[in-house]
């Protein structure tokens, strides 16, 4: 069965302002959450866990970034992009790593914006009102430095024990006032290969 889902909920939160100076550009951040039921709540330890993921993850993916794109007017206005999950108490971190860590959830978004980097994540459980952390990074670089965000937030009455918070993340444009360069200057001053900059 898809995933059944209990509500949505779109936040939208602009920077106007950071660190006593106006933003030239204020940014935008974006996130779409879906709360759900688990899907393996009540079953006890589940060893295979792609049914579930083969139901829920694709038509998750799929509304999620729908309301990214209506609400940042388009894949083209995306930036910077990532994802996250909290499974409640009664599940495990697998549970919310097995819904945004597969293709049929991510490449729905990928594919939206054009994207080359992949998606930054965050996977955790915890109660109600738990933090929910989505890390962004830029959607075709993942060494400019300026779009390494993360957004939090909360729901109040999720995820219940047996719940599963989904989310997706978007920022239109990059912290405002960034000033500490990209690694590639890094890598270029200390001698590292910009090809290579783990040096394996």
């Known amino acids: 069965m898809p995933a059944e889902i209990r509500k949505t909920l779109l936040h939208i939160e602009d920077t ?3 660190g006593g100076k106006v933003a030239e550009t204020p940014l935008r951040m974006i996130a779409a959450i879906a709360v759900i039921r688990n899907p393996w709540a009540g079953k006890g330890f589940v060893e295979d866990l792609s049914p579930e993921i083969l139901d829920c993850a694709p038509g998750l993916g799929a509304l999620l970034t729908k309301m990214i794109l209506d609400a940042a007017g388009g894949g083209d206005k995306v ?4 994802k996250s999950a909290i499974v409640g108490l009664n599940g495990e971190v697998e549970h919310a ?5 597969t293709l049929r959830f991510g490449n729905h978004y990928r594919e939206a914006v ?3 980097s992949y998606l930054a994540f965050c996977n955790t459980r915890g109660p109600a009102n738990a933090p929910l952390y ?3 990074m830029d959607k075709n670089d993942g060494g400019r430095r300026s779009h390494y965000l993360t957004m939090q937030l ?6 219940a024990a047996d719940e599963i918070v989904i989310a997706l993340g978007a920022s239109i444009g990059g912290r405002p006032h ?3 360069g990209d690694r590639y ?15 394996v």
């Open 16 to 18: 106007l302002i950071e």
């Open 79 to 82: 930036e910077g992009y990532g």
């Open 97 to 101: 790593s097995a819904l945004i860590h």
């Open 114 to 116: 054009g994207a080359k």
């Open 134 to 136: 989505i890390p962004l």
């Open 154 to 159: 909360s729901v109040a009455d999720a995820p």
């Open 178 to 180: 960034h000033r500490i």
């Open 185 to 199: 200057q890094d890598l270029k001053e200390m001698g590292g290969d910009v090809d290579n900059p783990a040096s």
